[in-house]
């Protein structure tokens, strides 16, 4: 059997060149992705940065530590603490102590992201003047990079200073350095502290006070998000390791549908095999043979384009933010063991149920002459088909009575269409008769023979249509599916926020800082105006005693919550709340009104409160409310505002404006607002989609013209008859153009039916969780750039085989003797 598969790929190496294709894209990508994951866990712990000349930093209490009866369970605080006095006081004794502070600084022609930090702290970096000199009045300051030179006037969002030297930037941050006592005027609070003293020492001194002391490597917690870059990597895993499972999934289902088509087409030659003695058995070992070795030789050339590859993503993934800087392709041997064995065992996966089919071929067979199909729909296709669509409907029912906020999460609206996509497929054959039919019905009745040719070929060629719309239908349904989920969420996210927000203006803080008393005191004393500020912070809860869990919290004062916002209440009253009490919402364990739940505070405070109201769940973001009181050091970083009986809105806008200018706030109309704040995909997700549907758009590709060529091939004494009939060269060239349009129609009203079903389950899980207004969206301009793409595609796959295929004569194409 191993001969006679061999002979069969050098005779029909055509059949099995998308096979080839499709699984060395396939193998490649898989290496492409184990690369990227074995770098990323042999990554090098981050140095530090800010602090890596300094001998020793202390850094207040950062980290809340809950015990449990199966282990401690810590969160980082969203308000750490500050080192404690009498500890500040022992640290000086042992030598000189720097208090370092950081701030949002808005400049006037400088980067989006200058930071203010102390002078002194220039020398942990280590920073070195390359211009001018150190700052020495409050006016003054040094600053990073060449935006700015020295003598330069600068205004800021916290008054206009002079440039007064230049330091060199060192890469990780666009720093501006005031004197110390200034930088201590604009951000009193200091949560961390550099001191030059004996390590040994200083941990004696701050024993018990839950300061930390950090040296060595450590001192990279003292940095601005000291976890980014586990957390890119993290994130480049996850969209990778999409990318991988699509990839795979679509290899599958392509290389089985080339096989079932290939196989179809093979049926005489099958049949002569069995007339001249051959068993089931070895013509099924004859088709599995076969698919080893397009998987082997396939498997090796994408092992080696996945070499090439990899250097070239990693690349691409450090200059699009996606990873760290210094991320770069490993050595490591096993990614190539994992996609080459993968690969193969796709192939061999996908060429299984084919082999079944051809053992079942009788000698009977080769006499057949008919072009219908008959059979495409067998008994067990029908069987797991079915199941898989009751596997499917049944999970979305558990979900929707159990947990319907499982429905919003990326890897469910990722994973679950899969399921769809492959019960889908296997009953396509029971529906691409009648769906044919119907799409072709108008086309039938215009004169001439053209619409009656189409409509009876491509209901006839059902295997051969279901193969063609196969791909068509995965991509169109990925689409769909996948965009129009992160639609849908965000535009009921949206809806959220429209029927939250009641304030007529909405006044914020510029990035990282937050409105002083005096700002606050201008804002409340602008006429006409009635202002509910706003600050954020975190509460922990212990769930289910093993789980702590953060919440996103905003501290409000009550009377002015209630009125410039509508918070989606299913029980409780706002007016109830008070420092004694917290809004909760329907995700939290405990959600009874007047249940007291033990929480801990941004700072790690442990608090037991009453529950005045609960919130519903929504798409996961309504978080709880407290009282200033219950959130210490949160500053306020928005305002709401409500127009009072009879005040002007212009009257009132311009005096917000005026209030906040000096602070740098900006002052948003409620239109404004919605606008500014509408939900919108991360670039981490929106470019891990893009690869998904590129990959499954690049299958579609190779699928398409792979199975157009392999069908016009086979169709060539049809098209022959056509021309002895009397149809003109260009008459039949366009007659297979319809076709193919037509099943790629087939395929695309297929692929929206599973989106279609995807959506209506997310829909529904919405309306449970009390989202208003929600409804599906779908990315009809994406869908409609998919479809056309898979139509011109098919279209030039099927016409140029034809055409060459026409270029002789009629009568020696039909085999007709003369």
Known sequence: MLSVALRTLRTRWLTFAGSFVALSLGVALLAVMGLVLASSLDAPERRP??????????????????????????????????????????????????????????????????????????????????????????????????????????????????????????????????????????????????????????????????????????????????????????????????????????????????????????????????????????????????????????SAAGCVLGAYGAPELAEWAVDGGLAPSWFAIGHSTWPYHLAFWTGLLVALCGAVAASWRAGRTGPAEALREASVDTGAMTRGRLLVGAALLLTAVVTLGTALAGDPGELLHRKTYVSRPMLLITAVALLAPAVVRPLTRLLAWLPSRLPGAGGMLVRENASAGVRRTAAVAAPVLVTVALAGSLLGATATLDEARASETRERTAAAFVVTSPAGSGFDARTLGRLRAVPGAEVSPTASSAVYVLEEGVALVTSQARAAEPRALAATTRLPLAAGRVADLDDGSIIVNEEWERHTVGDRVRVWLGDGTRRTLRIAAVMTTGTGGNGVYVTPANAPGAAVDRVDVALADGAGSGA??????????????????????????????????????????????????????????????????????????????????????????????????????????????????????????????????????????????????????????????AVESAGVRE
């Open 49 to 298: 940065e800010r602090f890596a000349a300094a001998p020793v930093v202390v850094r207040g209490q950062d980290t809340l530590r809950v015990p449990t009866p199966v282990g401690d369970r810590t969160h980082a605080l969203a308000r750490p603490r500050g080192v404690p006095a009498a500890t500040v006081a022992k640290l000086e004794r042992l030598g000189t102590v720097v208090p370092d502070r950081s701030f949002a600084v808005r400049a006037r022609g400088g980067p989006g992201d200058l930071i203010g930090h102390p002078w002194s702290t220039a020398a942990f970096a280590p920073y070195a003047l390359e211009a001018g000199r150190a700052p020495r009045a409050a006016g003054e300051v040094v600053v990073t990079g060449g935006w700015a030179e020295p003598g330069e006037r600068v205004r800021t969002d916290r008054g206009t200073v002079r440039v007064v030297g230049t330091v060199a930037d060192r890469g990780f941050e666009h720093a501006v350095f005031y004197t110390d006592a200034e930088a201590a005027r604009l951000s009193p609070a200091s949560v961390q502290l550099a001191v030059d003293a004996d390590p040994a020492a200083v941990r004696d001194a701050v024993r018990g006070s839950g300061a930390r002391v950090l040296t060595g490597d450590a001192r990279r917690y003292a940095d601005a998000d000291p976890g980014r870059d586990s957390e890119a990597l993290t994130a480049m895993n996850a969209l990778f390791g999409t990318a991988g499972g699509v990839t795979a999934f679509v290899s599958v289902f392509v290389v089985a549908s080339t096989f079932a088509f290939a196989v179809a087409q093979r049926r005489r030659e099958f049949g002569l095999l069995r007339t001249v003695g051959a068993t089931p058995g070895q013509i099924r070992r004859t088709v599995c043979a076969e698919a080893a070795l397009v998987g082997v030789l396939a």
């Open 652 to 809: 009132v806008a311009a005096g917000l404006r005026e209030a906040v200018r000096a602070a740098g706030g900006e002052v948003f109309t409620r239109d404004e607002w919605l606008a500014a704040t509408h939900p919108g995909t991360n670039r981490t997700t929106r470019l891990g989609l893009l690869l998904v549907l590129g990959i499954a758009l690049l299958y579609t590709g190779i699928s398409l013209v792979n199975t157009m060529v392999m069908a016009t091939s086979d169709r060539v004494r049809d098209l022959a008859v056509l021309r002895l009939a009397g149809a003109t060269r260009g008459q039949v060239l366009r007659l297979v153009g319809a076709e193919a349009l037509t099943v790629v129609a087939v395929g695309g009203l297929l692929g929206l039916l599973v989106a279609g079903l995807g959506l209506s389950g997310m829909w529904a899980a919405l309306d449970l969780l009390s989202v208003p207004g929600a409804a599906p969206v779908l990315p009809w301009t994406a869908l409609g750039g998919v479809v056309a793409a898979c139509a011109v595609l098919a279209v030039v796959s099927a016409v140029v085989p034809a055409a060459h295929a026409l270029r002789g004569r």
